[in-house]
């Protein structure tokens, strides 16, 4: 499943009789599963997790253990293709996934458009929308870490966001458009799809970027605020900092890379009940990126009023004891 293998089993080498227990728990020999490609599609979901650095076995442990099992085994037996899994997965999850199409689109279970949505996910799950078979199966995308009924309502709210922006590339190069170029400066109520979700998902992204943020070095905050808040260069950055450019740009790429890490992290762990908020459950990697998705797109965020100007510390403080 995405590049899971049976040769590449590295952080569970030595560790059989937990792969044993896991395999057991999830029912993949019923699938006709073989033990070495499950563990293949254990480790590579830790992989996703915590990246190719191994975060010690302990964490692994934990991580694996937590995992829907049972939904992963069934996700990676549809997508080597085995007939008795998928016919199982269309028994199980069809009529799920047809209501929650009908939710998404706030129409009928058995209408025609929630009955497209769900029947064109089902097509490319099986592997058939690119004519290559289960090879190019999308469950090789699902890691285990939600329900699969979360991931697969997470996948169809995604499509229909795709599928709405397509519409809107189209309508731009419409010909009323083109005769009036006025148009594409006028700003107007945005449509949003109808993801019931959607507001939740956003919460959720303003919180965790919070939290985020806060942890950051006063100077990394800075870096960010200068370039973000007040879209300095970076040549005058480096002069605000005492850095070389090429430094700063440096810098910048790992404190975004950093802040999306620990936004994501903080996603997948949930939220305790504080300060008037109730307790949240942890999301799965679909849904973390809808949130992404949906504040690119509404852009709640205002980094002016999270970044007030500090004073930085300057490289000669920095090196004093």
């Not at 563990?39 to 302990?58: D, V």
């Not at 058939?128 to 699902?142: E, I, K, V």
């Not at 870490?145 to 697969?152: A, C, G, M, P, Q």
Request: some cysteine; hydrophobic content about 35%.
């Amino acid at each position: 499943m995405d590049g899971a293998s049976p040769g590449g089993i590295g952080w569970l080498t030595g560790r059989q009789p937990f792969v044993d227990q896991l395999f057991t728990a999830s029912g993949a020999a019923s699938w006709g599963l073989p033990r070495d490609l499950f563990a293949a599609t254990l480790e590579h979901s830790a992989r996703k997790r915590f990246g190719e650095e191994s975060p010690g076995a302990g964490k692994i442990e934990e991580y694996l253990s937590a995992l829907h099992l049972q939904d992963l085994a069934l996700a990676c037996a549809c997508a080597e293709g085995r007939p008795n899994a998928w016919d199982h997965f269309v028994a199980a999850f069809r009529g799920y996934m047809r209501s929650a199409a009908s939710a998404i689109l706030r129409c009928p279970p058995d209408s025609p458009a929630a009955c497209e949505l769900a029947d064109s996910l089902l097509a490319d799950l099986y592997g058939l929308a690119d004519g290559q078979g289960s090879a190019r199966s999308l469950f090789r995308y699902f890691h285990g870490r939600s329900s699969l009924k979360t991931w697969l309502r997470a996948v169809l709210a995604q499509r229909h966001i795709d599928s709405i922006r397509a519409g809107r590339r189209f309508k731009e190069l419409g010909e009323d458009d083109a005769h009036d170029p006025r148009q594409k400066l006028q700003s107007g109520p945005q449509f949003h799809p109808g993801d019931p979700h959607r507001d939740r998902y956003l919460a959720l992204f303003g919180r965790a970027f919070n939290e985020a943020l806060a942890k950051l070095e006063p100077r990394e905050r800075e870096r960010l605020r200068l370039y973000y808040a007040e879209q300095r260069t970076l040549a005058e950055i480096g002069r605000a900092l005492g850095e070389h450019e090429s430094s700063v740009s440096r810098h910048l790429d790992r404190v975004r890379r950093d802040l999306r890490s620990a936004v994501e992290t903080i996603l997948h762990r949930g939220f305790g009940a504080e300060n008037g908020f109730a307790a949240q459950a942890g999301l799965s990697d679909p849904e973390i990126t809808l949130c992404f998705e949906y504040c690119a797109e509404d852009a709640p965020i205002d980094l002016e009023k999270l970044l007030p100007r500090t004073k930085p510390q300057s490289p000669a403080a920095r090196k004093r004891p």
